[in-house]
């Protein structure tokens, strides 16, 4: 009672969040970040430019020994948390205690804990816990919410604190709950004030959890929950849809009633290349948090993704980039992030939020167009024509509709499938400024005289943003691994196993 009591105290500030862990790893890719107008801001501050109040960051105990690189260390961790502070930002500390990611199906203990007994586990949990808190209190960062475990649905640090579900009841939980407490305990050490979040994988998930979890002597401050809402349940209605942004509303009030603490959903995201649904879902689910005294706030994960980029550690295991984030390829936030900055109406344009422009081979994208202020469906941007008649096309990957010229008039945009390429008439390489009107259905080129230098392309070598699809045609925003899919890929459709 005493902590939701001090919980009403503070809770007139929705906690507006993002998960930026991979932002150093990215500027070390030589990846920048700009704001709408296109002025490069440090990646923090451009987070409290679009309205974000906190910031998350992961953990991992050794990523560089496992092979990831060294990101999301104690010390990339430290010099993230430096940088949101100096920035005014709160932060929340996600411990998923491995070397890597830790997930619902993966909870992997690190490699230097696996020849450990239990009760050394438990302590080598809580040193960790303790060194990386105590690293940043000397630092005078001050985490405001701490993550005991990451969408721990089946336990923590396998094989030692699994959730065992031969057994029944809180017997189940007994290992988990050991190394869950332990870390908790830990957190209070140095920051008794901090709120100490248990997070699960699913917004319905609190329900069956918690009853066992709490009465195995489970302790927790808050509820974390990750709710990732898809293009084709987001506003659904029915019981089941549990990618509903209604459901989820329905089921963290059902969660604060249930256990007395508040609730904070510490992962959302949608998906990239649906700027314009993901601003409606977004603040969808921001007014429908907000209705709720005890929701304590929304973290979007990664946002600064741009669907395209990729970690080197995915490059080399040959995975897929990561599809959810709200930023465009040239390094602007989306319109998926309005929310966060107070927006509680979304727009209801019928044009994209941008246009990506490709090379002939649909697979690479050379530049991105934006909406020219005040003028809805024209777009405008610089295009840098590295080669003599440059070819390209120009996309509208929200809907999926590639503009070429209308074979009769090469200043006029068609999607007919007898479209030729659009091109640079000339053999003049260097800057042009490019202008799409998708109201008139027309476009221009102009040579810049002043940018001959050249601008750097978006992406110098990396294909579009992926969209998987089941066998009947339904879009899956999770493949599975070992199922087969339909994968489109630019202009590149294929069968897959993920």
């Known amino acids: 009672m005493l902590c939701i009591m001090a919980f009403n105290a503070k809770a007139q500030s929705f906690v507006r969040g993002a998960d930026i862990s991979w932002c150093t790893e990215m500027e070390s890719n030589g990846v920048h970040f700009y704001n709408a107008k296109g002025e490069q801001r440090d990646i923090f501050a451009l987070m409290k430019e679009l309205g974000m109040t906190a910031i998350r960051l992961r953990v991992w105990v050794d990523p560089d020994g496992y092979g990831y690189g060294p990101w999301c260390d104690k010390a990339d961790v430290l010099a993230k948390a430096k940088r949101a502070k100096n920035e005014g930002l709160d932060v929340m500390i996600d411990f998923h205690y491995s070397d890597t990611f830790a997930d619902p199906a993966n ?75 332990a870390g908790y305990d830990a957190v209070k050490s140095i920051f008794p004030d901090a709120y100490v979040i248990i997070h699960l994988g699913g917004a319905d998930k609190a329900q069956w959890f918690f009853p066992d979890f709490k009465a195995a002597g489970g302790k927790f401050d808050m509820i974390g929950l990750s709710h990732y809402p898809t293009a084709s349940e987001w506003n659904s209605t029915s019981s089941d849809a549990t990618y509903s942004n209604i459901n989820a509303a329905k089921y963290v009030q059902q969660a604060i009633s249930q256990f007395g603490v508040p609730v904070m959903i510490c992962e959302t995201g949608f998906d990239v290349s649906k700027p314009n649904l993901g601003q409606k879902v977004m603040i969808d689910l921001f007014n429908r948090m907000k209705a709720i005294s005890q929701c304590a706030g929304i973290f979007y994960w990664e946002p600064e993704t741009n669907g395209v980029w990729k970690p080197a550690y995915y490059e080399k295991s040959d995975w897929n980039a990561y599809g959810m984030g709200a930023f465009t390829a040239d390094g602007r936030p989306t319109k998926a992030l309005d929310a966060f900055g107070g927006k509680t109406v979304a727009d209801e344009s019928q044009y994209p939020a941008y246009l990506n422009v490709y090379d002939k081979s649909g697979q690479n994208i050379l530049a991105v167009l934006h909406p020219v202020e005040g003028k809805d469906g024209i777009y405008a941007g610089q295009l840098n024509a590295t080669e003599s008649w440059l070819n390209f096309k120009v996309v509208d990957s929200e809907n999926n509709i590639w503009y070429g010229s209308d074979p009769s008039d090469k200043t006029k945009l068609s999607s007919a499938s007898d479209q030729w390429n659009l091109w640079i008439d000339g053999s003049k390489t260097g800057v042009y400024d490019i202008t799409v009107d998708l109201v008139n259905m027309n476009w221009t080129h102009v040579y810049n005289e002043t940018a001959t230098a050249g601008i750097v392309a978006p992406l110098s070598e990396s294909t579009s943003h992926a969209q998987w699809f089941d066998l009947s045609g339904r879009e899956i925003t999770a493949p599975v691994k070992g199922q087969l899919y339909i994968v489109k890929q630019g202009a590149k459709v294929e069968k897959r196993i993920e």
């Open 107 to 181: 909870q992997n203990v690190p490699n230097a804990w696996k020849d450990m007994t239990t009760d050394e586990v438990k302590q080598a949990l809580a040193n960790h816990t303790t060194e990386v808190l105590q690293a940043l209190k000397e630092e005078g960062v001050t985490p405001k919410w701490v993550q005991v475990g990451n969408e721990t649905n089946s336990g923590m640090v396998f094989p030692f604190g699994k959730i065992d579900w031969a057994k029944t009841g809180t017997a189940r939980f007994t290992d988990y709950v050991g190394l869950s407490n």
